[in-house]
């Protein structure tokens, strides 16, 4: 118990040590104004002007409404995204005639960036709010879907195979088998589709959002406020890191074997 108390303790020690390294980069490179021709920190704030502007956020009554707007925005749109990509994926994986039906015109929708769906966006959506959204479903999406139709064509055939030979039925196998097996990839999927959503907040609160961090990261670059421009990309770096932990904390809780497998090692 001491040693995986002191483990972790020094795990969480290296990765702040890692983060006030790289803020200790960040200021020696804009204090030095370094110029390397292909990238340059002359024009990029450094720590304590953004950090001044954080604070400034934080004390002003808008910080609510912009948090509020971009949370709704992204969990709606994560939420929707998550049930369709479960659900597709799971047909997919799992029937022929999903995946030649349902995979081909998915696979050509899925390099498609989400900026370019703004002009169809407005145009199939009454509301700004809803295109929006929209935005982040996209985004979300097709991690969730493709991760969870590996996680389904990953699951071991001598399982199935198994639970077969002892008289399962398709949803007895489908349930106590295939789920179970695919569980790991889909909380996978739905990590990074949540980091993804996140992603896709700038693109989408620039169609005619009137808050929201998206849209606070964007109106600073319209007026050329360059530390509210990094405030707002921390702020979304933060808010997409925490909720990416709490939807892979959730799904720890619904694999307890894992943790169990974890311990043993």
């Known amino acids: 118990m001491a040693s995986f108390f002191n483990g972790n303790l020094r795990r969480t020690a290296w990765r702040i040590a890692a983060l006030v390294l790289c803020v200790v980069a960040w200021h020696l490179a804009t204090r030095e104004r ?19 502007s954080a604070w400034s956020l934080l004390q002003s009554p808008l910080v609510l409404q912009h948090l509020g707007a971009s949370l709704h925005r992204v969990f709606i749109g994560f939420a929707l995204a998550a049930v369709a990509g479960v659900a597709l994926g799971l047909a997919i994986g799992r029937a022929r005639w999903a995946e030649d039906t349902l995979l081909p015109p998915l696979e050509v929708l899925r390099p498609i960036p989400a900026v370019a769906w703004i002009p169809l966006a407005i145009l199939m959506f009454p509301s700004s709010e809803a295109s929006m959204v929209f935005i982040t479903f996209v985004g979300a999406l097709f991690p969730v879907l493709l991760n969870t139709v590996h996680g389904v064509e990953a699951v071991d055939a001598r399982l199935v195979a198994s639970a077969r030979s002892l008289g399962a039925g398709r949803l007895a196998v489908f349930r106590e088998v295939i789920l179970p097996g695919a569980l790991p990839s889909v909380v996978t999927g739905l990590a990074i589709g949540m980091g993804t959503a996140w992603f896709c907040l700038v693109t989408a609160e620039m169609i005619s959002g009137q808050f929201g961090i998206g849209y606070y990261t964007w109106m600073s670059y319209t007026i050329q406020n360059y530390a509210d421009i990094v405030v707002g990309m921390l702020f979304i770096g933060v808010l997409g890191m925490g909720s990416s932990a709490l939807v892979r904390r959730a799904g720890q809780a619904l694999m307890p074997w894992r943790a169990v497998q974890e311990k043993r090692k």
């Open 34 to 52: 370094i110029n390397l021709g292909v990238v340059t920190f002359q024009n990029v704030p450094p720590p304590g002007e953004v950090a001044e």
